[in-house]
């Protein structure tokens, strides 16, 4: 391995003053002073007894830990060999969920690089933004998807990952190469990931994530709330470029010897309950908007096959509306399992499954952090009250290079950003982004909670709601929906689905204007975008 090291990230890293304070109380938090994130979940799973159980799964490849550790191991050795790479080199990823996507990732890490995985629908503006925030010396590219980024000025050399007719793609190239290869001695602080926030607030920024911080995340939620085991098939639909899917679908399972499947095609509704059905499929991620989209198919398909040999259904991304939640219970018995987490904090900090689920929360907080509701101040709230939530653990905030580090972390804790309630019980329960919250006649109102009570009515499909400025209320509740196919958006349906919230939920909360829409703003990821519904 080459001695030399790229510096650029440690350099654009946030001031000591400004950084969150990390806590690894739990003995399984205290990890060495050097260690490699890929070594530790791959490499190490031959011990363990995993060599032969499947890892990687699709249509038409399967493979083990073994095979997968050869395949990384080659690709490793062009990275550093071929391409020259350092540790420390930014390695830009561009890619949907696939076999090759994930040997890619994998290769990058362990080699020492810093992975800077990119969602698959950015185009040449995004990445451009990207690339000059990232400095990527490479970029590992699907085929099909190289056009976007070879538009970009500057852009920097491109490899395509996963073209198999191309002797210069990163596979071909690594058929040549010797397996074996070792992991770069990685400091358990160096950097091991760049992820850019999916932009629900506008503007996205660079998280960077330390080899302990992930290994740190797999130690968490997994350990004991996902509780995943090795005769887990995981699948779901977002992003490896998004840290949800990241460690749902790739790093988790890793940490449990469980197998992820990965489709050849994008999830529709039907086809995901297919694929469910079909691959035995154990575990699922994916968004609550597509949860309720999905409900209906898997319903059908459980009347035609029986049930499936589905067993832990994760919701993340945005809120999970409790109608959505008793949705799908009826639709597959599952009771769903709710978490909050951050792209700034790597995974899920909040959260509670099984028995320990209580109607309208999000959970408890997981095993190692420390979460707390408080006022602007910082000050924490007495149980009941609605405020800012702050989260100290093994995880944290660092921007690269953005001023924006101050408005997230205060005094060493975590502001995501969301207003939150806890109960006597210590049980969390979200109520809106801290600015969505809609301030009506001195009346606090959360927006996910109007949309929990359209949800309801059987003409909508989706909804969003904002706060509207007002002169004599100062904020009015203002709801976007998409109704069901046959609904027509008219005057009385607005007065039928007024009177239903009224019905549902404090009268004072109700939607005084309704706007029927096609679609909502959503990231890739699913989360609705109120910013651009204010824009509007």
Known sequence: MNAQKDSFVADRLPPAEQLPKMRYDAPELRFASHINLVEELLDKADAKGWAHRLLLRSPGVVLSYAEVRERV??????LVGDCGLIPGNRVLLRGGNSIGMALAWLAVV???????ATMPLLRAKELAE?????????SLCEAKLAAELQAVPGAPPLIQFNADQDKDSLAKRAEHKNGDFQACATAADDIALMAFTSGTTGKPKAVVH????????CECWP???LRATPDDIVMGSPPLAFTFGLGGLLLFPMWAGASVYFPD???TPDGMARIIHDTQATICYTAPTFYRQLAPHMKLLAAERGAPALRICVSAGEGLPDATRQLWKEATGIEMLDGIGATEMFHIFISSAGADVRRGAIGKVVTGYTAKVVDDEGNELPRGQVGKLAVIGPTGCR???DARQVNYVKGGWNYPGDAFMQDADGYFFYQARADDMIITAGYNVGGPEVEDALLKHPAVAECGVIGKADEERGMIVKAFVVLKPGQVGDAALVKILQEHVKSTIAPFKYPREIDFVTALPRTETGKLQRFKLRSL
């Open 73 to 78: 191991d080659r690709m490793a050795r062009v």
């Open 110 to 116: 362990k080699a020492g690089m810093v992975a800077v």
């Open 130 to 138: 990207i690339i000059d925030k990232a400095q990527p010396s490479l």
């Open 210 to 217: 330390s080899h302990r911080d992930v290994l740190a995340g």
């Open 223 to 225: 350990r004991h709330i």
């Open 265 to 267: 095609v994008p999830y």
């Open 399 to 401: 921007y690269l290079d």
